[in-house]
């Protein structure tokens, strides 16, 4: 399921902007972009795609039980990531490594967790309301429309004060919309109205199931019959995903509903590292998204605007130093104290957990060393 002429699309493969009707109508969201927000755009893409790479290494070398590739997917992910709002609410499934980094998220805290030095990786309040990763195929979509039904119950949407009104974005893949709990989430945003953006990467696969096997329609039309306004763009084109998520956000909070967008992209790498992809799909098909870069796209575009090769030669220096500095302080990660898995089983001291604690330490003392 490739892009049609239903798919909009502000950037074109040859990095040129398009120009037709449906452009137009966002022509002013592009014409607003700062040369600042255009190189953020870029650095953004550069430096998680070296980033994930490198965490790719680190489990190939035994560092990592797992990681979760997220190649292929930079445009729809930082052009949506920044076109949230300090407020908002991120629900995520496991592949949005830019997203969390936009929202403040050091992006080691994902290494900790696939190393298993962490139960769930990190406080959302900590981290620009970036929430946690969901390995259960869907259900943050459920997680996200109660969320957001929170937030309308508190009276955060709709007020006109942009600094308060807030919205719930929730990012999920092709294969979970065959998912139940998706499909509930669907009914439960349109019954209530929830200030919520559907965010799906339809990145062409889960895990072996191509995507034209999980729905006989584009993912984009199966919205309608929920009553929730859909778009289709292309997910390589990081101005499309930047300026619809916005127009989509600000509909949702000022309190005109949930909205839903479909991303048409790629999964260049493995589903995971557990995953060989070469006994399931075509050498062909993964060249041909090849040519399709996100990175290598914008990158045209910001040339043809004049950036100079200083700009892009610093970003690259910029992309392995931050690669390096993960892989240095993987390296340097500790083990958390046995103890600290008592810490958070209730929200404050309990006599259950001291006793668990207590016999811990003694059995520990058992063996001779130090308690
Ligand atoms: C409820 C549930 N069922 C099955 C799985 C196993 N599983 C892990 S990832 C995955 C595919 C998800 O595909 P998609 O939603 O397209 O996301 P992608 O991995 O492509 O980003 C499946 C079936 C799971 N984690 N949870
Ligand atoms: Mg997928």
Redesign the pocket.
Known sequence: MSHTAETLQLLAPDGRLVENESAERYKPIVDGLDESLLQSFHRTMSVIRAFDIEAGNLQRQGQLALW?PSLGQEAAQVGSGYAARPQDHIFP???EHAVGHIRGLDVVQIIAMLRGLSHGGWVPEEVGNFHLYT?????QTLHATGYAMGVQFDGLIGTGDADRDTAVMVY??????S?GDVNEAFVFAQSYRTPQVFFL???H???S?P?SVQSRTPLFHRPAGFGIPSVQIDGNDVLASYAVTLESLDAARSGEGPRFIEALTY?MGA?TTSDDPTKYRADDEVESWRRRDPIARFETYLRGLGASETFFADVAQEAADFAADARRRTLALEPPAAESMFAHVYSEQHPLMDAQREWLRSYEASFGGDA
């Open positions: 979760i499934a496991y592949r390995l259960v195929i869907g259900s999920f893949g092709d294969g979970a919309t998912q990467q339809n990145n696969w889960a895990i199931v995507v999964r589903h």
